[in-house]
């Protein structure tokens, strides 16, 4: 498995300027985020489809009477020891017991079920090391281990909305001033950066093959300076808008993956990624009591039924697409630029840039109109 010495310095700058009331980084030239286009060009990972969820906690309950202990048994064909685990009541295994244990040797005639064990025990590692880190980057939790019963079925799950709904989440966390560490697929956070916003770019980038780190002799705090300078400058056309026009990607990339922009929902602070003229948005959904819930929330449940409003809304998403207005020219208009304003921080300074003070100014000789927003009901 593949490992990254990831730009944690870039990570830094770009959780700085993360909003969680509209899940979008502040920049000079506008608001931006990933999006499930990003995450289908990048990933590769399905965008469509039922939604990866499941419990906690409850197992007999949710898994006709079967216990964790014979789930494992029948799933990988070994259970994690007490000190696989983080203690006994928690079932978040280390990712090094996967990779000792079930991942081992592989024998040239090897059975089928010995390969399916195989595979699902790699499997917990994507998710566990890659696709859902938390903070300690080192376990991974139980709960995903039933969703790999049945690999076709699995196989049918939108695993990319869920792991970009989790970097979202681990990016708000890593805003609170008491947090010290960033999970979620940093990978594909820089991926995204690199790929919008060339100035931020490594040595010898490439847009299909890259490095996802920068091999330099300054220190953690002085790249993490001149990013912020970096960052605090970036106007419309440094920007790649669309990094996914590029006619080669087309013979590339999979039909359903390719039509990702026009088959989902899009978040509306941020049509000008799509091509669209950017009006001011609707006001963001108030998500502030999904951000206090912790792992504590829904033990013993099951998540479609408890959460069954938000699976609804998923299961509806194509009834539910947004409007844009595309133009030819596509610079913000006056009465955008002046919302933004208001309430935005395009311009950040840290330890040692207390001299430097924002300019906020609203350049002249922008057009006045601009799209109306959509109604999101």
Request: net charge negative; charged share 20%.
């Amino acid at each position: 498995m593949v490992e990254f010495e990831h730009d944690w310095s870039l990570a830094s700058a770009f959780i700085e300027r993360w909003r969680p009331v509209s899940h979008t980084f502040h920049l000079p030239c506008e608001e931006m985020t990933i999006t499930l286009q990003d995450v289908a060009y990048q990933l590769g990972l399905r965008i469509v489809g039922d939604s990866v969820s499941g419990c906690i906690s409850g197992w007999e309950q949710h898994h006709q009477e079967w216990t964790i202990e014979e789930l494992c048994e029948q799933i990988l064909g070994v259970v994690p020891g007490l000190e696989d685990r983080q203690s006994q009541t928690k079932w978040t295994v280390k990712l090094t017991w996967f990779h000792n244990t079930v991942c081992g040797e592989l024998e040239q005639d090897v059975i089928e079920e010995w390969l399916m064990r195989y595979t699902r025990g790699y499997i917990m590692q994507l998710i566990g090391g890659i696709l859902f880190p938390d903070a300690s980057d080192s376990r991974v939790h139980i709960r995903w281990l039933p969703l790999l019963e049945d690999l076709d079925a699995c196989g049918r799950l939108s695993w990319g909305s869920a792991v970009l709904a989790w970097l979202y989440r681990q990016m708000c966390r890593a805003t609170e001033h008491s947090q010290r560490n960033l999970g979620g697929c940093v990978s594909l956070m820089l991926s995204w950066a690199y790929h919008r916003i060339p100035l931020v770019r490594p040595d010898g980038f490439n847009a299909r093959r890259f490095p996802l780190y920068r091999s330099d002799n300054a220190t953690g705090e002085c790249r993490l300076r001149q990013y912020r300078h970096t960052l605090n400058g970036i106007g419309m056309l440094n920007v790649e808008w669309m990094p996914y026009a590029d006619p080669q990607l087309f013979g590339l990339v999979p039909p359903a993956i390719a039509e990702a922009n026009a088959s989902t929902a899009i978040v509306d602070w941020v049509v000008r990624q799509f091509s669209g003229l950017q009006h001011i948005p609707t006001r963001p959904l108030n998500n502030d009591d999904m951000h206090r819930l912790d792992g504590r929330f829904g033990r013993g449940e099951w998540f479609p039924h408890l959460l069954g409003g938000w699976h609804k809304m998923w299961d509806a998403q194509t009834d539910h697409r947004l409007s844009i207005y595309h133009h030819i020219d596509l610079h913000l208009s006056l009465p955008y630029i002046t919302w933004y304003l208001q309430w935005a921080y395009t311009e950040l300074f840290g330890l040692g840039d207390q001299h430097l003070l924002p300019t906020r100014v609203v350049p002249e000789d922008l057009p006045i109109h601009h799209p109306l927003a959509p109604d999101l009901h």
